[in-house]
């Protein structure tokens, strides 16, 4: 680890107006369990370590306000699996932050974390898409609101400025019934990245968002608005020829390690369905 | 030449005043400033499990926290374990049941479980698999540990 200086803002201010003077230097610590490796293999070197965790506006936590729930910079994986709201609204973000790395990462690791190091096998990403999140970005200009599906570029790379960097991650609660499932495949049961990771939300009106990633340069989110998808009595053909459509997007790499294009795309075939029986099983339980 | 910066720390019920780099990682304070090297470092990418540390009752991979981030901190380390000369419930079980081979994941393990137990005093088989997930044992001792940490489960929470 080459050396830095490390910086502590207690404010958005400070941390703005000190990012204003030395964005291209510094890099934004939260959680750091992916911060921290990079650093040790010196795959970067920032000559500052801008530590956003005694940030008093970021430390807010999970937050119900005008039919938002907000998800403040500091919340961790482990406690937004015990948070009540989420629990209840956004039942697919739980299994997510659950299968993110082990009970010691999650302890530490954040979602907007998580989000900005932007990792085309983010577990987080596909029910963030599928309930339709938006990112607070904060930055010497100001505020300004990024929907989740504009701001991922590609592996590594979203839309944030120079300077910029996230405050929150902003759910709209449902406004209509909706069942969703998040499931994933890895090499190993425990503590693995995802090879594909997918999630599928069932709206009661018949609307079908499903989103995946790990299987090209970022996360996708597609929509079935036909009806099919959503109706248990639709024969199967029909089905396999939304879900082809919705999968042409994937695009695996050919140089990944953890598996091959063609697992990755017969896996996510058959994750899509799972989800999507999972998702469907949750909207008629609400029943 | 880069700035020290004065953290506190209370470790294993000692309360610590020191002046850390910021690039030195929690564990490296612990194993090189402080000499408790209970506390290993395996693979360095918090995979391993074998840094494992309780920080403010959580536990966490040292090798992927900064000192400075510790600043303030309550952490309890293997070493911590023992009290009054008395080893932890956890300490005990994993000697009766033969969980410790070559030994060097144990403390992880140890801290990994003690978490696990304070979190969930009574947890299945399933739920000990994956509080203990982040661990790796590379003798292969899963099976015992595993035993180890249910056999403390099963006396209850007194024995914590």
């Known amino acids: 680890m080459s050396d830095f200086e490390y910086v502590r803002p207690t404010t958005i201010d400070e941390a703005v107006r000190f990012l204003a003077a030395h964005g291209t230097e510094a890099r934004i610590l939260a959680g750091g369990t992916d911060l921290l490796i990079q650093l040790r293999n010196n795959d970067i070197q920032p000559s500052f370590i801008l530590d956003v965790k005694h940030i008093r506006e970021l430390q807010t936590g999970v937050q119900l306000k005008d039919g938002l729930v907000s998800i403040s910079a500091t919340v961790t994986m482990s406690e937004l699996v015990m948070d009540p709201l989420i629990n209840r609204y956004f039942p697919a973000l739980v299994d997510a932050a659950n299968v993110v790395g082990s009970v010691q990462i999650r302890n530490r690791a954040t979602l907007v974390g998580n989000i900005c190091n932007a990792s085309p096998a983010a577990d987080s990403a596909p029910p963030l898409l599928v309930y339709g999140a938006e990112v607070v970005a904060i930055g010497s200009q100001g505020k300004r609101r990024i929907p989740l599906n504009d701001f991922f570029v590609r592996s590594g790379v979203t839309v944030l400025q120079r300077g910029e960097f996230v405050a929150s991650i902003e759910l709209p609660v449902p406004t209509t019934r909706m069942g969703a499932a998040h499931v994933r495949r890895t090499r190993r049961r425990g503590h693995d990245l995802a090879s594909v990771t997918l999630c599928c939300g069932v709206q009661e009106t018949g609307v079908v968002r499903l989103s995946y990633g790990s299987v090209g340069p970022r996360p996708v989110l597609a929509l079935d608005t036909s009806g099919i998808l959503a109706d248990e009595k639709a024969p199967e053909e029909a089905k396999t020829a939304i879900f082809e459509s919705i999968f042409a997007q994937a695009s695996p790499s050919k140089k990944s390690m953890r598996a091959s294009p063609a697992y990755r795309l017969a896996m996510l075939r058959v994750l899509g369905k799972q989800a999507l029986e999972l998702a469907l099983a949750r909207l008629n339980d609400q029943g | 030449m880069e700035k020290l910066i004065p953290i506190e720390m209370n470790i294993n019920n000692q309360h610590y005043k020191l002046e850390v780099s910021p690039s030195k990682r929690l564990l490296d304070v612990l194993r090189e400033d402080l000499d408790l090297t209970a506390t290993k470092e395996c693979c360095g990418i918090g995979e391993c499990g074998a840094c494992t540390v309780l ?90 540990i595993i035993e180890a940490v249910l056999s403390v489960a099963e006396k209850g929470e007194e024995q914590l």
């Open chain 2, 55 to 144: 920080v403010n009752g959580k536990a966490v991979n040292s090798c992927l926290m900064l000192a400075v981030e510790a600043d303030g901190a309550t952490i309890l380390t293997a070493e911590g374990l023992a009290s009054n000369g008395r080893l932890d419930a956890l300490q005990e079980a994993f000697l009766e049941k033969g969980a410790v081979q070559c030994g060097f994941c144990i403390p992880g393990q140890l801290m990994a479980a003690k978490y696990l137990l304070t979190q969930n005093p009574h947890p299945t088989r399933e739920e000990v698999e994956e509080g203990m997930a982040g661990n790796l044992c590379r003798c292969g001792g899963y099976e015992r």
